[in-house]
């Protein structure tokens, strides 16, 4: 397990003592704004946005519904971004935490989190990000960003569903969620799931071994697409395509097409795609993150997340532009 921390740790480069093993992201981000708000009690205003995971929006909904917090949850642009300024300008003196994602989940958009993290510490409040889909895509550097707690998922980084990371910058203040043994260095109670953090820690130090610009070729092979579709379908839109946003995630609008009915079409076709988060499907509303973007539901229930992995194929792709025209004709 040590083995498996030091490769974390070296990975993002953190310290070991920083790196606390726990059951998923889920579980990260919970112990995370769990131990930013108790250590200031006196403090009862959360920062954080519109286009959250649902962990982290689940919990401060818990703050504000049960425990009298209040919760300002900033305003993206239409391209997915959220300047610093905004945020400067929603911190107050009783803020206790502010919660950003890095790189969001359904568009693939990455924030700056060096200069929301200089922006927090201006006013020494701690910075809570959600790091899953930054972490194995883009570079990540704990000590560099700034972050107080960086969260992080071992299934995103090639590791096994159920594992997880919390980077904790002062583990020595930290407050722990879950009560137990010692184990954690008395950070998180329970037995350790070894093997998983063992794989946790391979998945890793592969991630590190990687060539820097092993995204590169599907950055390429996802612009070639999304060239395609704009070309060949009438007012088709990549959600955030102006901005920085990661190499494997493409948020695609096809006006007019029901997403949830051109997932079904592609399932049949052998294509694997969805029309949100997985962790918002059961849901009935539509993406929020989208919404968030865009302020039309129509837009945001015709729009699909299309994740491509690095064994991602040219090919792959192509099939899946033509199935999209395909689709397209049938709707018009
Ligand atoms: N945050 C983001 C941005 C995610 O994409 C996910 C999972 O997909 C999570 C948090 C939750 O991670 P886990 O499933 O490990 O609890």
Redesign the pocket.
Known sequence: MEDARQNVASFINAQTEQVLFT???????NSALNSAILAFPGRRHIVTSEVE?S??ISYCDHLERSMGYDVTRLRVDSNGELPPERLEAALRPDTALVSL?W???ETGVIWPVSDFAEVCHAHDVPLHV?G??AVGKISVDFEECGADYL?L????LGGA????ALLVRQPESYIPLIRGGKQERGLRGGTENVPLYVALGEAAKLCRSRAPGAWDQITKIRDTFEEKIAHQIPGAKVHGKTTIRLPNTISLYLPGIDSDAAVTYLDQKGICVSSG???MESAITPSHVIYAMSRSHDISSETLRISLGLESTKEELDHLASELVTLAAIYS
Do not use: L
Request: proline share 0%; aromatic share 0%; with cysteine.
């Open positions: 059951s998923g992201a889920t579980e990260s981000i995971h962990a982290v994602i790189a969001n989940n959600d899953v889909q969260s998922s071992g299934h995103k569903k159920g594992s997880g988060s997985a962790c």
